[in-house]
């Protein structure tokens, strides 16, 4: 079975300070990997996938098969960042369908 | 501009209840999905459709039910509504990829 675990419920880190949302995942197939974010009175949306290596909003996320882990990274905190982060997991499956972490809250500190 | 809407965005219902939640997509997307969301239980998965008439119970599909007649429309049915069922209900939509694109969400109290 797949399983998506985000250890953290919140975090809160100081403006300008780094962030490192931790995601680990357990899959028996090639993972595809995904972190959403669902800002203040937003919608949830995709934040970045890891197969496009790109960096969004000065985040990254590197997939360590070793480890099984899909961290969220960024050097410098914004207050803007703050927010509900989701990291997902594909199924494989043709219907698309995701597994979602319970969330890690972020806030950022003035 | 990609669009999701839910029919209502607050809802309050009474326990034993028949509650329907509507989801409308504008992206002709084949698939879509109702969740719901919980604090400290992230958004768990009721049901989807990969096509028209289409359905397959996600991970917690009991009291539950959900139709879709057209491509375009989704529809969650709680048959009898209960108190453990007060939740944020998120729908969403997606092509042919991962990207799956959100509604506002419904914040449905059963009291």
């Known amino acids: 079975a797949q399983r998506v675990t985000q250890p953290e419920k919140l975090l809160s880190v100081f403006k300008g300070a780094p962030v490192e949302l931790k995601c680990n995942y357990s899959y028996s197939g090639s993972p595809e990997l995904f972190w959403y974010v669902q800002y203040s009175r937003q919608r949830l949306q995709l934040l970045l996938r890891?197969?496009s290596r790109e960096s969004i909003k000065g985040f990254t996320a590197d997939l360590n098969k070793g480890e099984t882990s899909f961290h969220l990274k960024k050097p410098f905190a914004q207050e803007e960042d703050s927010a509900m982060y989701y990291c997902?997991?594909?199924?494989?499956?043709?219907?698309?369908?995701?597994?979602f972490g319970k969330g890690t809250k972020l806030s950022v500190i003035p | 501009d990609v669009k999701v809407t839910q029919s209502s965005r607050y809802l309050v219902k009474r326990t034993g209840e028949k509650v329907f939640l509507e989801c409308v997509q504008d992206m002709d997307h084949e698939n879509m999905f109702w969740y719901r969301q919980d604090p400290g239980l992230g958004l768990r998965l009721i049901y989807f459709s990969y096509d028209v008439k289409m359905k397959e119970k996600g991970d917690i599909p009991e009291g539950y039910s959900v139709s879709r007649e057209k491509k375009e429309r989704f529809s969650l049915i709680l048959e009898s509504a209960s108190t453990n069922q007060t939740s944020m209900y998120l729908c969403a939509s997606t092509g042919n990829s991962y990207e799956q694109y959100f509604g506002p969400g419904t914040r449905l109290t059963v009291t």
């Open positions: 997902a997991l594909g199924s494989g499956a043709g219907s698309y369908q995701l597994t």
């Open positions: 890891h197969i």
